[in-house]
C-alpha cells in the first residue's frame, strides 16, 4: 500500500528514478511523473489505465520555467498565466521538442500550469523537471480530493500519496489556448470565465457537447460515480423514486430534503455558496457512490461563475436518457 505522508525528500527521490507519487494541488491531486522521461510517463498511463490518445498536463514551480517547453507564449495568454499563476488555469502552448510526443499524445501543444499548493511548489522546485500530472482517479471515475480517495483505486499501484490534506478549489483546472488568435476555453473548471474575461476581455467556449479528441477529459461521459446519476428538479424526482421504491440518494446543492433520511442525502453548501458547493463536489459523489444505493439523485447549480464548471461536472456524471 502506498505510504501517506508529508516526506518530500522520498517524493523527490522517487520521482528522481521515474516512479509515480501522487502530489497533492488546489484542484484536485494529481497522479505525478516526470514529464521529460518517456517511461515515467507510460506508467502514469498503465497506472491510470488511461487511453494514450488523452494528452497529461505538466506542472512547473513557475512562469520563468515555462520558456524551455514551448517554442512561443503569445502575449495574452502570458498576461493570464502573469495574472492567475500559480492557480487553476492550464494553458495549452506549442510544444518544443523537450517534451516527449506521448505527453501531448502527438499534439503540437503542451497543457502547461503552476500549481497553487505549497507542498507541491516546493517538490516542483527541487526537482530538474516538470512534473506530468492527470486526475490520480482511474480513467473516467471521480476525481480525488483527499489522500484516501488515491489510495481507494491506486494505492496498490504507487509507493507514495503526499498528503497535502483536502483540495481547496476541488475542481479541475480550468483549460485555455488560442484558436484563430482567440482565447478559447476548453475545459471548464477551477478559474471561472467571468474573471479571465476581466483580465482579457470576452473569450470563446469550445463546445464539448460530443466526444472532442483535443480534450479527451471532457468526453461525455466522464468524472463518473458508479452508481447511476440522474440529473434534474429534485422536487420531482423525489416523490418520484420513493412512489417507485427504487432505494435512492440525494446531492442536494443547498437545501434539506425532509422526505429523505439524513444518511441518504448530501448538502454542497447549505449557505448556497458556490466556492464551498465546488470543494465539496467529488467527495460528497464519493460518499453517496459508497452508499450502495441504486440511483443518485442530483440537481444543477445556478449557471454562473462556479456553478457552470459543476454543472459541467454533474452533466457528464449523469447518465443520459
Ligand atoms: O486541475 C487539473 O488540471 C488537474 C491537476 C492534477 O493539475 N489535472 C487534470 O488532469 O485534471 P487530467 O489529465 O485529468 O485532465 C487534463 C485534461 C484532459 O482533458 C486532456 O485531454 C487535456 O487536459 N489536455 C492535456 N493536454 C492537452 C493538449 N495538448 N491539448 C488539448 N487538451 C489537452
Ligand atoms: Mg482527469
Known amino acids: ?17 521515474a516512479k509515480l507519487v501522487a502530489i497533492p494541488t488546489e484542484t484536485v491531486y494529481g497522479l505525478a ?20 490518445f488523452d494528452p497529461l498536463i505538466i506542472h512547473v514551480s ?10 512561443d507564449f503569445p502575449a495574452p495568454l502570458r498576461k493570464l498565466a502573469e495574472v492567475f499563476w500559480p492557480g487553476p488555469l492550464t494553458l495549452l502552448l506549442p510544444k518544443s521538442s523537450q517534451i516527449p510526443d506521448l505527453v501531448t499524445s502527438g499534439l ?7 500549481p497553487n499548493h505549497p507542498l507541491t511548489l516546493e517538490l516542483l522546485t527541487s526537482l530538474d523537471f516538470p512534473l506530468a500530472a492527470p486526475s490520480a482517479n482511474p480513467f473516467g471515475y471521480i476525481s480525488p480530493t483527499l489522500p484516501v ?17 483536502p ?13 484563430d488568435d482567440k482565447i478559447t476555453v476548453y475545459r471548464l473548471g477551477g478559474l471561472e470565465i467571468d474573471v ?8 470563446s467556449i469550445k463546445d464539448h457537447s460530443s466526444s472532442n479528441p483535443q480534450a479527451p477529459g471532457l468526453l461525455e461521459s466522464h468524472y463518473a460515480p458508479s452508481t447511476p446519476f440522474v440529473l434534474g428538479n429534485l422536487e420531482e424526482l423525489i416523490p418520484q423514486y420513493i412512489q417507485i421504491g427504487v432505494p435512492f440518494a440525494v446531492l442536494s446543492f443547498c437545501k434539506n ?41 442530483a440537481e444543477l447549480m445556478p449557471d454562473f461563475g462556479l456553478g457552470k464548471a459543476i454543472n459541467d461536472r454533474l452533466n457528464r456524471a449523469s447518465v443520459k436518457s
Request: hydrophobic share 45%.
Open 196 to 203: 479571465i474575461e476581466a483580465v482579457v476581455g470576452k473569450v
Open 33 to 52: 511523473g516526470n514529464a521529460l522521461n518517456p517511461l515515467a510517463v507510460a506508467s502514469i498511463f498503465e497506472t491510470k489505465k488511461r487511453p494514450s
Open 62 to 71: 513557475d512562469l520563468s520555467k515555462v520558456e524551455t517547453y514551448v517554442t
Open 1 to 17: 500500500m502506498a505510504e501517506i505522508s508529508k516526506d518530500l525528500r522520498l517524493a523527490k527521490r522517487l520521482l528522481e528514478e
Open 167 to 179: 483540495c481547496e478549489v476541488g475542481l479541475e483546472s480550468t483549460i485555455v489556448g488560442l484558436e
Open 257 to 297: 430534503w425532509e422526505s429523505v433520511s439524513n444518511s441518504k442525502q448530501l448538502i454542497l453548501s447549505e449557505k448556497g455558496d458556490l466556492k464551498e458547493a465546488a470543494a465539496n463536489l467529488f467527495s460528497h459523489m464519493r460518499k453517496l457512490d459508497e452508499l450502495k444505493v441504486e440511483v443518485i439523485l
Open 108 to 114: 503540437d501543444r503542451v497543457a502547461i500550469r503552476v
Open 149 to 165: 480517495h488515491v489510495a481507494a483505486h491506486l494505492g496498490d499501484k504507487i509507493p507514495l500519496i503526499l498528503d497535502g490534506g
